[in-house]
């Protein structure tokens, strides 16, 4: 029997510090039903002790303050939300509890035994929200045959991809310090309820809450991304239309590289990603009997400095987008050009964090209530034009990977929300040379059987676009 084991926690003394306008907004435009998180999931290979876990997650906070923020209570008819972080001790002990929330705490434990039951887990803990008037954290892990999986969920209100790899790295390394401190009581056991038929309200269905040759093609991708044009939808293809929640493929590869022009940009990793990610939204919707118009991809950007690149809490991260016609998709190595140069180009605009409308619309103008009710009309009403074909966020190669057994070779996948009606984003990260892919979706855009396919078509693409089979 699956089942799942909740601790409770304490809050002592608090620090207050006001949200930033990309922060507000996310919390805005977030609701219940599609809850707005980061996940970061690695394989490890072995047993955890779970009560070394739960202290290791205490002393992780315990270092870092912005990874105790919760949203502060306050009046709707204040102009600005604030963060609370409790003001801990870290513990001498496994099994120290963190600070006390009005529901169960941060730390649970699941068991599976079969791939199908761990993929149940997955989408059940997907769809259920981060109370985040308690916490902004959420640490799972999951206890199988062979081997245990550990999954870290962060609010995107107070994380992005960066802060929240580094917080996990952090739990690792406090946990190979007190992995042999197993003291503490041992925690309340509850049933984790059985995954939801296709078609039916899971958790998430409560109401609510270069330089030289480069030059040219950059300042016209400047000028294109002002005017993209209508954007095309990824064909639905799913059993289950009205399911909530999401599902995800993780795949595991040798790093491919792009091929490296005669002169000008020289196309990056990350640029082959996302020109992938287009050639198979274009070759998955002419299989589905739908044409592809100007397809748009948004791609987050890293805004903290060189030296921190790695580090830095909160949600640091700006979106700029790629854009691609039918001309453009039909000549890869064309399409790798256009790709190198919007990216460039987006990389290269001042790090405003976001555009001049989102900033007004989460800034000091008005309450906290009416701000909530006119971002989400205004979401509402232009997310049909505005919100992009999918989304491809790419970490990068990562320094210094999360471990828990210390040996830096375990897997880690990662993913972000992806909400209708874009409804499907990949994540990436390379870690000990080889690249982990996450492809992130609605159920209600696809199902499983049709997510699997997209997965093993953007492979080729990754493939066709570097040059070797996929």
Same mark, same amino acid.
């Given at each position: ?136 954290? +959420? ?54 309820? =059985? ?41 639905? +293809? ?85 854009? =691609? ?23 290269? +605009? ?21 701000? +909530? ?44 929300? =992806? ?24 159920? =209600? ?26």
């Amino acid at each position: 029997m699956t089942t799942l084991r909740r601790t409770p926690e304490s809050r002592n003394g608090l620090t207050s510090w006001p949200f930033t306008p990309i922060e507000e907004l996310d919390l805005y435009l977030e609701s219940a039903a599609d809850p707005s998180l980061i996940q970061l999931e690695t394989l490890v290979r072995g047993r955890l002790d779970p009560a070394a876990l739960e202290s290791a997650l205490a002393r992780a906070l315990d270092a870092d303050p912005a990874a105790r923020r919760h949203l502060a209570a306050s009046s709707p008819w204040r102009h600005r939300l604030r963060w609370e972080a409790a003001d801990l001790v870290a513990p001498a002990a496994a099994g120290t509890r963190c600070y006390r929330g009005r529901d169960a705490g941060p730390f649970t434990v699941a068991s599976w035994r079969t791939t199908g039951q761990l993929a149940a887990l997955r989408e059940w803990v997907s769809a259920e929200p981060i109370p985040l008037r308690d916490r902004a954290v +959420r640490l799972i892990l999951a206890t199988g045959p062979g081997h245990d999986v550990v999954i870290l969920q962060t609010h995107h209100a107070a994380f992005d991809g960066i802060s929240s790899l580094a917080l996990l790295t952090a739990i690792g390394a406090a946990y190979r310090e007190c992995a042999g401190d197993l003291a503490g009581p041992s925690p309340e056991v509850i049933s984790l309820p =059985a995954p939801r038929p296709a078609g039916t309200a899971g958790p998430a269905g409560r109401a609510g809450v270069g330089q030289g040759a480069g030059r040219g093609p950059v300042a016209l991708a400047r000028a294109g991304v002002r005017f993209p044009g209508v954007v095309t939808r990824i064909a639905a +293809r799913t059993a289950w239309p009205d399911r909530p929640g999401y599902g995800s493929v993780q795949r595991s590869m040798p790093v491919p590289r792009p091929p490296r022009p005669d002169g000008g940009l020289v196309p990056t990793v990350n640029d082959l990603l996302v020109a992938a990610l287009i050639r198979t939204v274009d070759h998955w919707n002419a299989a589905q009997g739908q044409r592809s118009g100007r397809i748009r991809i948004s791609v987050p950007v890293n805004d903290r400095d060189r030296q921190g690149r790695w580090s830095g809490p909160g949600n640091q991260t700006r979106l700029i987008r790629v854009t =691609a016609d039918s001309r453009e998709r039909a000549d890869p190595a064309r399409l790798l050009v256009q790709v190198a140069a919007q990216t460039t180009a987006g990389k290269q +605009r001042p790090a405003g964090g976001l555009d001049a409308m989102s900033r007004l619309l989460a800034t000091s103008w008005a309450p906290t209530a009416i701000k +909530r009710t006119v971002v989400r009309l205004a979401r509402r009403v232009a997310a049909p034009v505005c919100t992009d074909t999918a989304l491809l966020s790419n970490l990068g190669a990562v320094p210094d990977p999360p471990s828990f057994s210390g040996n830096g070779a375990e897997p880690v996948w990662f993913s972000g929300p =992806a909400q209708m009606p874009r409804g499907l984003g990949v994540g990436a990260l390379t870690t000990g040379g080889r690249l982990h892919l996450c492809v992130h979706y609605r159920h =209600a855009l696809l199902d499983r059987s049709a997510a699997a396919d997209f997965t093993a078509l953007y492979c080729e693409a990754l493939g066709e676009l570097a040059g070797r089979p996929a």
